[in-house]
């Protein structure tokens, strides 16, 4: 007998005796938990992971490729506005702008020689001394060096811009939360992909970029409130509120080749304590809708409808699925009964099936909007009960304490369930 042959009657017999063991009375009654409806706060959340980020993050680079030659600061710094970070080589942006001074100068003596004598032209003109085509040249001459004037004047204006920025200045308080390169590195600058060498973070502020699937996406809303724990804080949870929710967008690859659909969410944290730096790992509960004291059930008791059945056919009639250990009875439910769901609800010694609807789920309970009334007594447990032996009209044994129990699993001390 080969593995694959003894691994399927392995998942048979525990198939089976998961099934013959589910209804332990004597008497054939089923064996069920129970507890009674009650109301209790409820919250909807859809969660999250990402990572901290600074609300405000500036990143400082070089305008040319040159050399670093002095760095102040190290990363941790706190900084203010106007203090100096770090220079990088200006011998030959001192020269270009030295020479471009020059063009300057000489050009505004070009400028003024033209309009002296573009005023002495003016006088010779007006008593008709000079001809149209003398003062016609006169005037663009003028034209001309006014024009070189202003050029050369601009060139000098970019050459002094560009050397005020190889000194690198704090254009804002913040901390320094990284650095690129040591004194006597090559900086990489330009237009088009400068390297950066210095980023400048505002921690006072800070942000959780999150990725929401695109199945969960539209239950959240700008303003939401969100809980956010931070990895490295544990046992402490951080307030936030919804920002931003991307229109666009991102996609990316899950397993077995499927394509994942993702939105990014912006949080902004309300809570910043000390020692919080950009790139922390933090797990985020957008809570999407609230109920206060709501009548609520547990997701367990909630199941799909069947129609009743007798003791000859209960046994019988039920499939077993490769790979699952439980079992599934065989119905001819309308397929509008399908989309339904219903809920145990137990009258004496047997359970009458209710159909419910329910509205938004927690962490362990759903919302009931109609269906079922407070103080009734409904099915908890097993599952194989709930999931496939159970009927209207089945005999039930209760066991005791179910409720404590549940009462005792439910829910994270400030979870609201």
């Known amino acids: 007998m080969n593995n694959k042959m003894k691994a399927g009657l392995g998942v048979l017999v525990l198939c089976l005796g998961a099934y013959f063991m589910s209804s332990s009375g004597d008497d054939g009654s089923i064996e ?24 405000t993050e500036v990143k400082l680079s070089a305008n ?3 050399y670093i030659t002095d ?10 506005k106007g203090d100096f970070l770090m220079s990088l080589d200006d011998r030959q942006q001192k020269a270009a702008t030295a020479a471009s001074k020059a063009g300057v100068e000489a050009a505004k003596v070009s400028l003024s020689n033209a309009s002296i004598k573009k005023s002495r032209q003016e006088k010779l ?21 006014l024009s070189s004037f202003n050029a050369s004047e601009a060139r000098y204006i970019q050459d002094e811009d560009a050397l005020s920025k190889l000194r690198l200045i704090a254009p804002q308080d913040g901390t320094i939360t990284f650095i690129d390169g040591e004194v006597g590195d090559l900086a990489q600058g330009g237009m088009f992909n400068p390297s950066v060498l210095l980023k400048l973070s505002d921690l006072s502020k800070m942000e959780v970029y999150v990725n929401v ?3 969960d996406i539209a239950d959240i809303s700008i303003n939401d409130i969100a809980m956010v724990e931070v990895d490295a804080y544990q046992n ?13 967008s991102s996609t ?9 659909t993702n939105f990014q969410v912006k949080i902004q944290m309300l809570e910043v304590v000390d020692g919080m730096r950009p790139g922390m790992s933090a797990t985020v509960e957008i809570i999407t809708e609230q109920r206060n004291q709501t009548l609520s059930i547990p997701i367990q008791s909630l199941t799909t409808p069947r129609k009743s059945e007798k003791k000859s056919e209960s046994k019988a009639s039920f499939t077993v699925e490769s790979g699952l250990n439980e079992s599934r009875p065989i119905t001819n439910n309308k397929r509008s009964d399908k989309k339904r769901t219903v809920v145990f609800v137990v009258n004496e010694n047997t359970v009458e099936q209710r159909f419910v609807e329910v509205g938004i789920v927690g962490d362990r309970d759903y919302e009931v909007l ?27 044994t209760v066991k005791k304490q179910s409720e404590n129990s549940y009462k005792r699993g439910s829910g994270r001390p400030g979870s609201g369930n």
């Open 370 to 396: 109609s269906g079922l009334e407070e103080g009734e007594e409904i099915v908890t447990g097993g599952f194989v009960a709930i999931s496939r032996d159970l009927y209207d009209g089945a005999a039930v």
């Open 64 to 66: 040319n490729t040159t």
């Open 252 to 260: 990316s690859s899950g397993g077995s080749q499927q394509q994942v």
């Open 125 to 145: 003109y007006k008593d008709d001394l000079i001809s149209d085509q003398d003062m016609e040249n006169t005037n663009s001459s003028y034209a001309s060096a």
């Open 236 to 248: 402490q949870i951080f307030k936030g509120v919804v920002k931003e929710v991307a229109f666009a």
């Open 32 to 55: 069920v938990s129970t507890m009674k409806l009650e109301r209790k706060d409820l919250e909807s959340k859809v969660v999250a992971d990402g990572v901290l980020t600074p609300e």
């Open 213 to 215: 699937n695109e199945n």
């Open 71 to 80: 760095i102040a600061v190290k990363e941790g710094d706190f900084v203010q």
